[in-house]
Nanobody, 127 residues
Framework: QVQLVESGGGLVQAGGSLRLSCAAS????????VGWFRQVPGKEREFVAS????????YYADSVKGRFTVSRDNVKNTVYLQMNSLKSTDTAVYYC????????????????????WGQGTQVTVSS
């Protein structure tokens, strides 16, 4: 059974930091790209960041570049999202995702490329 379980969300003041973690099980985690999306009520899910299977390449939404860092540990089957300099506009439910097939440059940003999704963790940034 495939599982992606996020943790680390919570309430933080603007300018602060949070680190999200996502523990994966039930599939070959190390073979595929993993990443994060986020969603605000009433809006579509938005790409945040992704990292290739080996961790060598990372992709970010323009809105988080320079502030967020995605990484993975293929021994622990875990993906992380370090979020610094948080803004109120970062408030959302954050979802951990994994693909189940090779992705190509230009496709990492699409939610359709990710077959596995976690249940989400709330991040609230107070201004």
């Amino acid at each position: 059974q495939v599982q992606l379980v996020e943790s680390g969300g919570g309430l933080v003041q603007a300018g602060g930091s949070l680190r999200l973690s996502c523990a994966a099980s039930g599939f070959q985690f190390s073979r595929y790209a993993v990443g994060w999306f986020r969603q605000v009520p009433g809006k579509e899910r938005e790409f945040v960041a992704s990292v290739t299977w080996g961790g060598g390449y990372t992709y970010y939404a323009d809105s988080v570049k320079g502030r967020f860092t995605v990484s993975r540990d293929n021994v622990k089957n875990t993906v992380y999202l370090q979020m610094n300099s948080l803004k109120s506009t970062d408030t959302a439910v954050y979802y951990c995702v994994s693909s189940d097939r090779p992705l190509y440059v230009g496709t990492y940003y699409s939610p359709d490329e990710y077959s596995y999704w976690g249940q989400g963790t709330q991040v609230t940034v107070s201004s």
